[in-house]
């Protein structure tokens, strides 16, 4: 189906940068589309990529556009990583079966497919995890100016005091930078839950072990808009249209 939609912003907008912002395609997709002659403004074809949309025009984007980009919500065992897998590690893609689908999945990943982690989850971790071949969806999840936050709940060996809380909240530096500020709760006894506005390296296990805490288990539950819900572990299913959308809105 085409895409259609009325801008409303307060100042006139490139047509590339604004279809990328809506989460249509990328920069270079939508130049493609142009190119191809199937973005149009009040009826009129856009022909220069350059060209500005203002307030109160309808934008349309034809059928012929590529195929919808591959994206997926996993619950990812302990043991799996979510990167890149070096000698004998296993990918968290390896779990991508048909046994392991819950409900469907059109088109289904092949090994051609190239599937990028939005986000680190590590080995000695567990839960959401997505994978996309989605760059639109990509930058929102994780890009630098995102402000999509992510939530963990994480279970941790020592004794958790409101000065070591004060700590993780807002006084600890990484890698010689000062971490942004964070919301750390405790849930019960010896587990904390946390929110996050960045993702470092290991970075709760790390914040953890600065202020005496062991991290025994970490389990990520949440990124943005999008819940791990009831998906069992080991589980898959492909992202829904109404779940991208509502993860690159929230990362504005």
Request: aromatic share 4%; net charge positive; proline share 5%.
């Amino acid at each position: 189906m085409a895409w259609r939609k009325t801008y409303e912003g307060a100042e006139p907008q490139r047509v590339n940068k604004w279809l990328a912002s809506e989460g249509v395609c990328s920069r270079r997709e939508a130049e493609e589309l142009i190119a191809n002659g199937l973005v149009s403004i009040d009826g009129a074809r856009v022909d220069e990529p350059g060209r500005k949309i203002e307030r109160g025009q309808t934008i349309e984007v034809a059928d012929g556009r590529a195929p919808a980009k591959i994206s997926i919500a996993i619950n990812k065992p302990v043991g799996f990583v979510s990167a890149q897998p070096e000698h004998d590690q296993v990918p968290a893609a390896r779990l991508l079966t048909k046994a392991n689908l819950i409900g469907r999945a059109d088109p289904m990943p092949t090994s051609r497919t190239s599937l990028a982690p939005l986000g680190r989850l590590d080995q000695d971790s567990r839960g959401l995890l997505l994978l996309s071949e989605d760059g639109v969806l990509a930058k929102a999840v994780i890009g630098e100016d995102s402000k999509i936050d992510k939530e963990y709940l994480v279970g941790v060996a020592g004794q958790i005091t409101d000065q070591k809380l004060t700590l993780l909240r807002h006084g600890l530096s990484l890698d010689g930078h000062k971490l942004k500020p964070a919301k750390v709760s405790v849930t019960e006894p010896y587990r904390l839950r946390f929110i996050l506005n960045e993702g470092r390296k290991r970075q709760i296990r790390r914040m953890c072990e600065l202020v005496d805490l062991d991290v025994v288990d970490l389990v990520r539950i949440r990124i943005g808009p999008l819940h791990l819900g009831d998906l069992a572990e080991g589980k898959w299913r492909a992202l829904t249209a109404a779940e991208r959308e509502a993860l690159v809105r929230a990362a504005r």
